[in-house]
């Protein structure tokens, strides 16, 4: 890829293609399972996880370029799709734009207008950078006070948001950053909290494994107000801590591992990329070569504990917009996860003489 192409630009190209593999020709595999207890359990898909951790390792992304972040947002949207959830209701989008209004996406779809002007409407959204006030590189929600960027959303005009997903990613000078991460979560969280009550509200925090090791204190403290901020009446609706272990060999120099966010831009106050350069286009092989030199990144799943994984926090946001919506919307995320319901023993319970 061109050395002048920017870190995201590089990396997107990278996550869709691991995506695309995952998702082969869009299908997505059922994320639900039946554990050998006959219990109904949420089962992430890790490989892909690993694999789109190992992006901003391979292209030496620093975690103030956004891209280590931007991996874990690639991967929960991709787990909400999985999930049975519309692929154009879900932000970020597999595709470019990465922020589309669902009415505006199903103008795009075979036979929604007349074949010329649906070519001229396909080639300005997605061969050009963003359109002022339709699409966007990343969303921002009113909440009670001000304007948020969110990381990853689930929303339509006719349910408003349904899910809120906020990341947060850290490497390294755990002490330093911990502290401030934890805060600016909480007051995140009841500024959403607070005007969209309904809405599944999650806080995801990848964190690489090597803090036990170099700052065990920190991580007590960082992992038990993690698991407090999902219990908050008035908070996190769920909590997740994603333990990433790598070697340092690959770790980008000069990473502090502070994730360095724009405030202006997290708060609304100022536009994020809206004069984003347009998507690259990279060679096929190109793309094949760069995803053969992957870093090899883990899950500690050892360390990560139950209350904080990932397979709980997915379960709780999915079963949360189920709980809270009519039976009628998100049909195919519904029968998904019907499909493998236990069946009650009938038998068993039966109080007839």
């Not at 995140?188 to 065990?216: I, S, T």
């Not at 009519?326 to 519904?334: E, M, Q, Y």
């Amino acid at each position: 890829m061109g050395a002048n192409s920017s870190s995201k630009q590089r990396a997107w190209v990278l996550f869709d293609s691991i995506v695309d593999e995952a998702a082969v020709h869009g299908e997505y595999s059922n994320p639900w399972v039946i554990d050998t207890t006959g219990a109904l359990r949420y089962e992430p898909d890790f490989d892909t996880l690993q694999r789109l951790l190992g992006v901003p390792l391979l292209l030496g992304a620093a975690t103030t370029t956004g891209v280590p972040a931007l991996a874990l947002d690639v991967w929960i949207a991709y787990e909400l799709r999985r999930a049975g959830f519309d692929k154009d209701a879900v932000w970020p989008r597999a595709t470019h734009p990465r922020i589309l209004p669902a009415p505006v996406a199903k103008l795009l779809e075979k036979g929604a207008l007349p074949a010329t002007l649906q070519a001229e409407l396909l080639a300005r959204l997605t061969k050009t950078g963003n359109v002022k006030n339709v699409t966007h590189s990343s969303a921002s929600i009113l909440g009670k006070n001000y304007l948020k960027q969110v990381d990853v959303i689930l929303t339509d005009w006719h349910t408003g948001p349904e899910v809120l997903i906020s990341t947060k990613r850290m490497d390294s000078s755990y002490g330093k950053n911990a502290p401030n991460r934890v805060e600016e979560s909480y007051g995140d969280a009841k500024n959403l909290r607070l005007r969209h009550p309904m809405a599944a509200l999650g806080f995801v925090f990848g964190l690489r494994n090597d803090v036990f090791d170099k700052e065990p204190a920190t991580a007590d403290w960082l992992l038990d107000l993690l698991a407090k901020l999902g219990r908050e009446d008035d908070a996190y609706h769920a909590t997740c801590v994603v333990l990433v272990e790598y070697g340092d060999e690959v770790l980008p120099p000069g990473d502090n591992g502070a994730d360095d966010e724009d405030r202006a831009v997290s708060a609304g106050l100022e536009p994020d990329d809206e004069d984003e350069d347009e998507p690259l286009v990279v060679a096929d092989a190109l793309i094949e070569n760069d995803l053969k030199w992957l870093p090899k990144v883990r899950i500690d799943h050892a360390r990560t504990p139950a209350n904080l994984s990932p397979a709980r926090f997915l379960a709780a946001m999915v079963e949360h917009v189920l709980d809270a919506t009519p039976v009628n919307l998100h049909k195919r995320a519904r029968d998904l996860r019907r499909a493998l319901a236990p069946t009650p023993d009938v038998t068993a319970t039966s109080t007839a003489p």
